[in-house]
């Protein structure tokens, strides 16, 4: 054994195994055990079967003593005196105590009701039967019935709802419309086609959301029929008071499939049911296999009347009928493998030759769990199943290593198409995500070799320590991808997918013929014609000097005074009339904010409820979930004609520059939610705080310099320099290298950005290397750094 064991010959793992295992079982008394857990077993099933024989019993008693109590009582209620005339008021004294002590007297019961063959109504509800009755009534505290009366009145149906208090002291009275119509339900027709109390089929009670039956019957009279509603709720609750093996199912049903009750809340799919209850039908103390485990099932009928019959169907699990006897069971065999304890230093020595390869095993795939394929190599062993898996090992990595790379290729191929779409997606922002990152990476480089304080504590050792930054850079924008165009190309106030103004001209001509059209009409009334064309003249060019006002209003090159924004509004109350119907043509969320007037006078601009767009999204609201500390307006958008050519500065209204900052809101949560390796895990902090400040003033998270890391500062950095010196943005002229780097200085005297980082970028000369890389000729000029420095 020796021999074979410790030779350079190769052996089998599993002649090992095999080996040790056969010693285990001749020190285990297998048939002892067995024996004993077949007499366990049959004395496991025998108390199995008298739990489900006195189950079925109380359950056939309870079943029965809820039908010959609602029968009796509808009975005993339908005598009483001027039941079968409609009451002259909700309230009766007599009627009401006598409702509402069968109410309280009855668990099951929850509501008592007369259905007239006018179809009025009346009924009394428990609403302490069930928690969710008094929130379905808007019930208050003290409520504890409920009268409903429907009766007509003015030849209209009318409902009303009073609540009483448990004195029977009303509390107050509701009025509503009516629709409901007793004699068009299921228990009124079968009523008055029986002489005897009838029962329906489990129905759900749609006040409860759970299911019942009604017991009906009709008055002497032949106008009315009494009813009685039975929740079907309280029955289960009987079911799960049983004293029930774990795991228990019982399904009380009918004829039709139709669960009555269930001591389960959380039953299966109906469908699911249908066939589980099937399957169990004619069962007697059976095994079955229901959703992969096996159950002991019995189906007794437990109720049969004329019409209907009720089905009680017990459902055990197996493992649980014999949870005891295998606890026993195990109990013995733990007794027999403790003699085993003879044997370990044997199975210890055997596996030891197993064990010691196994370890250099793990130390090779720990290599590979930290991604150096290159360093794993094969181990020593005799065992021929662990060589040969330490050589699929060696081979798989250099697999790995081909697949990562070609992995990582494919997602920086991923990532930089995702950053030249959002560069392409406006005229405004070419170029930008495919320079950040090569200025940032340029200063990154920097700050790992140069010997500033600074940056002693900084480097850039590994090439996945360069891809963070890389990707970073790439995806610092990428939540410009949720950003309307309309709003990042808004050239004019009123600009939105198209330039408003145009609404505003037609306005105004449609004004303009109207003072013709008015003084044609002065005319035609005998007016002095002179005096009539002097007045239009007059209107006509006050109209063209007001439109011209407005329309350079809208274009947004100067600063909007008090008095300008005044005329704007003084402007705004010209009327014309409307003559077509505005609410016609249009989409669904133009309906639901427009809000119907009976006037066609329309003003020449205006702000209308229709132009405000609210936050009604998740997205637009959970911004402290991010730690975002931001200014959020109360509106995604305001389109009113007035607000935005009342806009102070330029061209954007407060939510339409929110709506541009929260790209880098939107950068973050994307990059936050997505499953980023390790060596990644840093790229949304970077990414993120491009638009931050060293002293809380920046957004979304109003950082300081001390939030934020060296890489997430020197983003700062690149994304403004590129941004002032970009000679592809139509709307301004690209800055020369002298200009932009005498912006940066007073972003950094404002301590904007980074002091430190702003002179290894001007001492390192990478502001000159990237000009000459990416700016025009005519950017390129002198810069006297030692006036920065």
């Known amino acids: 054994m020796e021999y074979i064991l410790f030779s350079n010959k190769s052996i089998k793992i599993r002649p090992t195994v095999l080996w040790v295992i056969g010693l285990i079982i001749t020190l285990t008394s297998i048939a002892s055990i067995s024996f004993q857990y077949y007499f366990l077993k049959d004395l496991a099933y025998s108390s199995t079967k008298k739990i489900i024989k006195q189950i079925n019993e109380e359950t056939k008693e309870e079943v029965r003593n809820i039908d010959k109590s609602s029968e009796d009582l509808a009975s005993i209620l339908s005598l009483s005196y001027g039941l079968g005339n409609y009451p002259k008021s909700a309230i009766q004294s007599t009627l009401v105590k006598r409702f509402t002590t069968a109410l309280k007297n009855n668990k099951y019961l929850y509501a008592v009701y007369v259905g007239y063959d006018n179809n009025s109504f009346y009924e009394i509800i428990n609403l302490e039967i069930d928690e969710n009755l008094k929130s379905k009534f808007d019930a208050k505290e003290q409520d504890k019935w409920l009268i409903i009366k429907i009766f007509t009145k ?37 009523a008055t086609e029986s002489k005897n109390t009838i029962k329906t089929t489990p129905y759900i009670f749609s006040n409860l959301g759970s299911y019942g039956i009604t017991y009906a019957k009709e008055l002497d009279n032949k106008k009315a029929v009494l009813g009685l509603d039975i929740s079907l709720k309280s029955l289960s609750e009987f079911l799960k008071e049983e004293k029930l093996i774990e795991g228990t199912q019982l399904y009380l049903f009918d004829e039709n499939k139709t669960v009555i009750a269930s001591n389960k809340d959380n039953r299966l799919e109906d469908k699911k049911l249908d066939k589980i209850l099937d399957k169990t039908m004619n069962k007697q103390g059976e095994l079955l296999e229901i959703e992969n485990k096996e159950y002991f099932v019995t189906t007794t009928q437990i109720y049969t009347s004329e019409n209907e019959k009720e089905y009680l169907s017990i459902l055990i699990p197996e493992e649980e009928i014999m949870r005891e006897s295998n606890e026993k069971i195990l109990y013995a065999t733990l007794i027999a493998f403790s003699f085993l304890i003879f044997v370990l230093p044997v199975v210890w020595f055997a596996t030891k030759i197993i064990t010691e390869p196994m370890k250099e095993l793990e130390n090779e795939n720990r290599k590979v769990k930290n991604r150096k394929f290159h360093k794993v190599k094969k181990i020593k062993t005799p065992i021929k199943e662990i060589s040969d898996l330490s050589k699929s090992l060696v081979s798989m990595s250099s697999s790995i290593q081909e697949y990562q790379q070609a992995q990582i290729k494919l997602f920086d191929s991923i990532v930089q198409l995702i950053a030249t779409t959002i560069d392409a997606k406006s005229k405004y922002t070419a170029g930008h995500c495919e320079r950040v990152p090569t200025l940032t990476l340029m200063i990154a480089d920097a700050a790992t070799t140069s010997q500033n304080d600074a940056f002693k504590d900084f480097e850039l050792k590994t090439e996945d320590e360069k891809r963070e930054v890389s990707v970073a850079a790439w995806l610092h924008d990428c939540g410009k991808v949720t950003t309307p165009i309309y709003v990042v190309d808004k050239a004019t106030k009123l600009e939105t997918i198209y330039n408003r103004i145009h609404e505003v001209r037609a306005r105004f001509e449609i004004v303009y013929r109207d003072l013709q059209i008015q003084a044609l009409n002065r ?236 002179k290894l970028f001007l001492e390192s000369g990478i502001y000159l290397e990237y000009g000459k890389q990416f700016l025009n000729e005519e950017q390129i000029d002198e810069v006297n750094i030692s006036d920065y420095l």
């Open 523 to 758: 005319i035609i009334n005998k007016e002095d014609e002179t005096e009539v064309n002097s007045w239009l003249k007059e209107q006509q060019d006050k109209l063209i000097e007001d439109f011209e006002f407005i329309a350079n209003a809208n274009v947004g090159a100067e600063f909007m005074r008090d008095e300008d924004k005044q005329r704007v509004k003084d402007i705004a109350q010209i009327t014309w009339i409307r003559n077509f119907d505005n609410s016609i043509g249009i989409s669904q969320d133009e309906e639901k904010r427009l809000k119907k007037s009976d006037s066609n006078i329309e003003y020449i601009l205006e702000d209308k409820e229709s132009h405000i767009i609210p936050r009604v999204t998740k997205a637009d609201t959970d911004y402290d979930k991010y730690n975002f500390k931001v200014n959020v307006p109360e509106n995604l958008y305001n389109l009113g004609e007035v607000y935005n050519l009342t806009i102070d500065r330029g061209t954007l209204t407060e939510e339409e520059r929110f709506k541009i900052n929260e790209h880098v809101i939107m950068s973050i949560k994307m990059l936050e939610n997505l499953p980023f390796p390790d060596y990644l895990k840093k790229v949304p902090e970077y990414a993120g705080a491009h638009h931050e400040t060293l002293i809380g003033t920046g957004y979304p998270r109003k950082l300081t310099k001390e939030d934020m890391s060296i890489p997430a500062r020197i983003m700062a950095v690149a994304d403004v320099f590129e941004a002032l010196t970009a000679a592809d943005r139509p709307y301004k002229k690209p800055k020369t290298l002298s200009e932009s780097i005498k912006i940066l200085s007073f972003m950094v005297k404002d301590q904007h950005l980074d002091e430190d980082i702003f």
């Open 154 to 190: 003015e030849d209209k149906k009318v409902r009303l709802e009073q609540y009483l208090d448990e004195n029977l002291v009303l509390q107050r009275s509701v009025f509503k419309k009516a629709e409901y119509k007793p004699t068009q339900r299921p228990w009124y027709k079968k």
